[in-house]
């Protein structure tokens, strides 16, 4: 009995792929790159060259320079501070501070007196008190002017009481038929032109004592600005 002829089947797509990457191994030969993520991992493709996120943050060197020229200032502040010889210092700020700042800006008026600087200030309480009673410590009546903003009789009975210990009191009674508020710039304004430094105390919203660096910015004064909130 003959034989059957039977074809030998054509092999997959599938099992030729296998074969050339069987041999293309064995060579040394880099595999080829799968398809759909071959190996079941979904779309993910281990082989894709995948790239990190950029971010843009600008240019660096700006930042840089903006702290460069914060650093300055600051070291221009306090270098004009520790300079020899006196300096005319104004020191405004806040009536509603801590006892805790009252006891630094005492103790800072204190020191410029006692080194010789002469400090100007207002009569109002709070910032204004606590530099009248530093200066004052240093027993140096000669360095100390206060500026207020009205009359005398105008005063609170504390600040009143207060300046009794002042010689040098510089009271503006044109001012009197004003609001305290447009008196205090008028006052403010008046001891800028008086002093070559201005260090004030105050909250973002203190608007008064704000107007007042601005101006000492703008007439080209060494101004320090301590935020209290």
Do not use: W
Not at 132 to 139: F, T, V
Not at 168 to 194: E, F, G, H, R
């Amino acid at each position: 009995m003959a034989e059957a002829d039977f074809d030998a089947p054509e092999p997959r797509n599938n099992d030729r792929l296998d074969n050339i990457n069987e041999i293309e191994m064995a060579r040394g030969l880099p595999d080829q790159k799968p398809k759909n993520g071959g190996g079941g991992l979904g779309g993910y493709d281990p082989y894709e060259d995948l790239r990190g996120s950029e971010i843009d943050v600008g240019d660096p060197q700006i930042k840089l320079k903006e702290k460069e020229r914060s650093v300055t200032s600051i070291l221009a502040e306090l270098a004009a501070i520790q300079q020899q010889g006196p300096q005319k210092y104004c020191i405004l700020g806040t009536r509603h501070c801590s006892y805790l700042h009252q006891q630094i800006i005492e103790l800072l008026a204190y020191a410029l007196v006692l080194s010789g600087n002469h400090v100007y200030t207002s009569g109002a309480g709070g910032t204004n008190a606590a530099t009248i009673k530093g200066a004052l410590r240093a027993e140096r009546p000669d360095l100390l002017t206060v500026v207020i903003p009205q009359s005398m009789s105008r005063q609170t009975k504390e600040s009143q009481e207060l300046l009794k210990e002042v010689e040098d009191v510089i009271a503006m009674p044109q001012n009197d038929d004003l609001s305290l508020d447009v008196a205090s710039k008028i006052c403010n304004s008046y001891l800028l032109s008086l002093t070559d430094q201005l260090i004030s105390f105050a909250f973002h919203e203190s608007n008064t004592v704000i107007e007042a660096t601005k101006e000492a910015k703008k007439l080209n004064k060494l101004v320090t600005v301590l935020f209290l909130d």
